[in-house]
């Protein structure tokens, strides 16, 4: 508000009705806060988002809202360790309850702490508002639910700031209501409540209808519209139970209810004897006697408190009668004390529920209290109230001036001159003792005879020289005050009645012996001395001394100021009553705070701001690098303005003096337009000139060219006529040349005939023996070869199953004995001497075959050399016919012969042209022969490359035999002595058991398994040994894997070894098909150890890679089996274990197979086969895919906290002094370093993501990831960027959206480098932020219609964001307007048709932290890997244990 160019009223409201039109309810006067109530739900100004963003944001950063009164508030305390209190005021149904609430639940935000019993401290608080409301609200002229007392929340903090208890104090409850209302209002609540409660309880406490109560139809007012009794009183009852108040004592509160309205119907009447009272009639004995049994006490005893006075001397006690008038004022005065102490109590028990803490030193207040009230009628109540608010105003003026003081010492300026204005003057009216209204109205009340005639006379000549206090001329007993807000006008005549409030010890001894314990706890017994006489206590003085309490605390924290309006009377949105809330601002204070401002100096303005606005009016000052302060001072000098003042950072100016730099500059802006416009129609008008000359030359050369096609026509024509006659003349003689050649031609074509034809039919002849020749050779041979080939395939066969059923016999015959091993030995060296004399053998073939291919290949050189030799020789003849064609026609007769030769040499003409077509086919033929014959000594060629390849495999494959042999042989020995133990055992086995154990050390052989030398033991560690040695060596096995994998391994190409060993190793060792084993939790183990370091993206890159892709090896290879879930099967039998089952594995390998492919079936690691998995390889599944999540989450979640206080200063564009941006050739390199400076944030966030993606490539993260990872990250900036774009209205300027459009294209341009691969639909993601850059950016915005904005321009964008970046759109570079007026309308309209919605309500963007892909989407995004060629890392590669790792040739 202080940054309007007209600070005054109609400024103010101005403001204020164009932002509540746009649903800005909130707005700053300074400091202070003005909240007009919308009359409509708004839940997306107050969800957890939008209190995200206000949390440690600087005051008047973002948009205005509670929340950042409560933030500074919680800051002050914080920092400062000073208790703070925020004072919520106005009048009944502006929203102060509801603003209460927000503030409770932001700091209940900020420093919540763990629910205790399942609700937290603010939710505690909150609870408890529908007890208050029952017991503390009423309806009045303006409100249906109005607060009729003050609530002072002190929500208490650590030292942590957290929130470690809180207490309600309610203060001046205005307790006259309970006996005196007027209409149309209604008494409190709770009474209407228990009338509308159900049968049982109406019955139980004999209650009626409402109208029947004399405490309630003093109104005309029973019901409220749209509000149902019956169903608040059952949820004031489920909230007393949710507070912690028993049923009992609800019971007890509720009759105690009941009782104040029986006691209300008791009437009185004269009694027998002089001034006494008795009950009037058998009605007003029955509420006595109901009164008496509610309150369980006596009903005499009851009587004669209401009727009779104690009167205490010296010399005796005296027992008084009182009349009637008398016995009803202590009836009432009874029903008052009786719900002002039910109210306390109430009070005590919500403040003992939640709970508070008696260590806290840090308080945050939130005070809701009445707002100045002023009616056609106004009474004590109104009298109580606007005192109330003087004493606030008082508080409000020394805050304001105290801040204003704040700033201008901090700004370093004289101030000393503003003057303060207080109402200390008309507090001193109402307070001052002994002549104050209260104390004249204390003394009025004490006399019996006084009334409200002679207290008004008592006031008007007591105050009739004071300037606040003003007697009507038409009324005696009326008087006015002034107060700040205005002139009030109060009625005295029931001032008296509503001020007494005695101390009546009957009711005190009356109420204390009462057989209800809670009634009797409502009244603990006074001290001696007051205990046997009347004291007399009025409502005035203790509503007084609450108020200065109230003071006292609010004296002792930093305030806070919300002033809270009601737009309209009639409580519906969109409507806003100039007359009705200018009356608010005034009782509010906040045109009051406007003086004290407008007093001193109202319009600050930041050096940049003010020069980069008002600089055009000095261009020339702003030209160099001038200081912004000194560029100031002169941009003022030059305009002729007095009175102002330069602080250290801002410019203060007097009232009015920035309307007139806004003249001024309108000024200037108006004779640019003009200079523009002139140079404009300037250019138009040359342009028409230009056009219009451009015409006419246009003109002239179309009649010059028309005249110019005329000479050329007939210049044309004599050219054609000449070149006919040429043309006609060479026609003529190229006519008689070609007859000639033609003759000659038809000669020479004759002769070369017949020559061609003779050569052709004896080649012919020649050709068609040599391939029938050559068809029937091939034919032969071909028969030959694959009858032999057949023969010999079948003996080989028959051989070899012969000799393998014979090997099979030997092999189970020796497994028994010793020399199996000796046995296997010789079996290989035969082997080896096979597969050598297989070699020789294959190489004589080889040998021969090339022989043969030589031989081949000589034949057709030599054929291919006598065809070309024959076509040299038939060129050769051509060339000589020809010779003699041409000697032949020179030699010819005269050309009189000419016609009989010419009749004999055309036949002779179509029988050689036929010859030589013939001739064409066949060498056509000859060369597809050719070629042929190429192509298959090619063919050979390649086959004899192939079949030298397979001799080299074959030499390896004996070589690695030998091999294998000698390591065969080195154990021979040691596995001799295993074998004289297992003798030894086979005595006492079973036969089945012996041969299990004697095939298992038969399969270590086969395997190449390093196993220890068994030397000479003792007896009884023969059977316990080999089990042992084996689980030792598998453990070493284990931690050496665990040892090896713990080391960065690095990659093989783009394959992560360490997840390709882990792979191998636990297939080799078959854990995923065993029901227990440790290797997968130690696994897990060393993962989750590795990652523990969260801020190192290499290592979470690299075990993301190495989980990414074990877990895909595992999605591919394990299967569910169908007894996982299963029990355990015994372990005893030999086919459930692992030896066993390879023990069984190597009895189903057929005997002909050689021991390299038994080694190569069980190393068949290579390539990926499905294994039927148990529940221990099931779960290792699920926790690595755990992992993959959780280091995805943590990488991402990395690279946000990079990037988020780079995206804080990216929204913005950067403050750079106005002449760094000044334009023209001397400014050239000025600009390009401003240039730079702007995007140095963006420049900052690409090269974040630049090096984050070089990590990623390092460490071969799967792309798929990749992109995920990026599509989120690009997602959280669009979320950052759009919220805070539409919560600062700074940003939503042109220009700001230019700078925000290059740093957009910076990060376009960084996809592009990404590549799809990597980037993937990243930058789709900053759909929302583009769009809305997009909208700020473009040009004649008014002419754009709300269907081209919301399917053209913006399709993304909801209504509400729309709306939002319409109505805070600003143009501070070229002033250019937002869209038109009906536009925003209809967006309005729009907006609230939809109001309902709560999601589409909500303007702001949440940011989505979960996992984006499956397991299975990862499985089908990655490509096959291959294993086989995986070299072990040094670590393993000594150990025998882990020879299966060695990559095997086939």
Known sequence: MTKLSYLHEPGVLQ???????????YTYTGNILIAINPFQRLPHLYDAHMMQQYKGAPFGELSPHVFAVADVAYRAMINEGKSNSILVSGESGAGKTETTKMLMQYLAFLGGRVATEGRTVEQQVLESNPVLEAFGNAKTVRNNNSSRFGKFVEIQFDKQGRISGAAIRTYLLERSRVCQISDPERNYHCFYLLCAAPQEEIEKYKLGNPKSFHYLNQSNCYDLVGVSDAHDYLATRRAMEIVGISDKEQEAIFRVVAAILHLGNIEFAKGKEIDSSVPKDDRAKFHLKMTAELLMCNAEALEDALCKRVMITPEEVIKRSLDPQSAAVSRDGLAKTIYSRLFDWLVDKINSSIGQDPNSKSLIGVLDIYGFESFKTNSFEQFCINFTNEKLQQHFNQHVFKMEQEEYTKEEIDWSYIEFVDNQDVLDLIEKKPGGIVALLDE??????????????????????????????????????SHYAGEVLYQSDLFLDKNKDYVVPEHQDLLDDSKCPFVAGLFPPLPEETSKSSKFSSIGSRFKLQLQQLMETLSSTEPHYIRCVKPNNLLKPAIFENVNIMQQLRCGGVLEAIRISCAGYPTRRPFFDFINRFGLLAPEVVEGNVDEKVACKKILEKMGLKGYQIGKTKLFLRAGQMAELDARRAEVLSNAAKTIQRRIRTHIARKQFIALRKATIVVQSICRGRLACKIFEQMRREAAAMKIQKNTRRYQAWKRYRKLHFSVLVLQTGLRVMAARNEFRFKKTTKAAILVQARWRCYKAASYYKKLKRGTIVTQCLWRGRIAKRELRKLK?????????????????KHVEELTWRLQLEKRLRTDLEEAKAQEVAKLQNSLQELQYKVKEANALIVKEREAAKKAIEEAPPVIKETQVLVQDTQKIDTLTAEVENLRTSLESERQSADDLKRKYNEAQKSGEERQKKLEETEKKVHQLQESLTRLEEKLSNLESENQVLRQQAVSMAPNKFLSSHLLITWYVNQDLHIPPINHRDPSEVEEKPQKSLNEKQQENQELLIRCISQHLGFAGNRPIAACIIYKCLLQWRSFEVERTSVFDRIIQTIGNAIETQDNNDILAYWLSNASTLLLLLQRTLKASGAAGMAPQRRRSSSATLFGRMTQSFRGAPQGVNISLINGSMNGVDTLRQVEAKY??????????????????????NLKKEISPLLGLCIQAPRISRASLVKGSSRSVANTEAQRALIAHWQGIVKSLGNFLNTLKENHVPPFLVRKVFTQIFSFINVQLFNSLLLRRECCSFSNGEYVKAGLAELEHWCYKATDEYAGSSWDELKHIRQAIGFLVIHQKPKKTLDEISHDLCPVLSIQQLYRISTMYWDDKYGTHSVSSDVISNMRVLMTEDSNNAVSNSFLLDD???????????????????????EPPPLIRENSGFSFMFPRSE
């Open 15 to 25: 403001n204020l009705k164009i932002r509540y039109e746009l649903n800005e309810i």
């Open 444 to 481: 009025a009340c004490m006399f019996p005879k006084s009334t409200h005639e002679t207290f008004a006379n008592k006031l008007y000549q007591t105050f009739k020289n004071h300037k606040r206090f003003i007697k009507p001329k038409l009324s005696r007993t009326d008087f006015t005050i």
């Open 813 to 829: 015959m020796a497994a028994r004995e010793t020399g199996a091993l000796k046995e296997a030995k010789d079996k290989l060296e």
């Open 1176 to 1197: 221990p390889a099931l779960l290792f599944k699920q926790q690595l895919t755990a992992y993959v999540e959780k280091i995805y989450g943590m990488i991402r979640d």
């Open 1408 to 1430: 989505d932290s979960s996992i984006p892909f499956s397991v299975d989407d990862l499985s089908k995004s990655m490509e096959q890997i291959d294993i086989a060629d995986i």
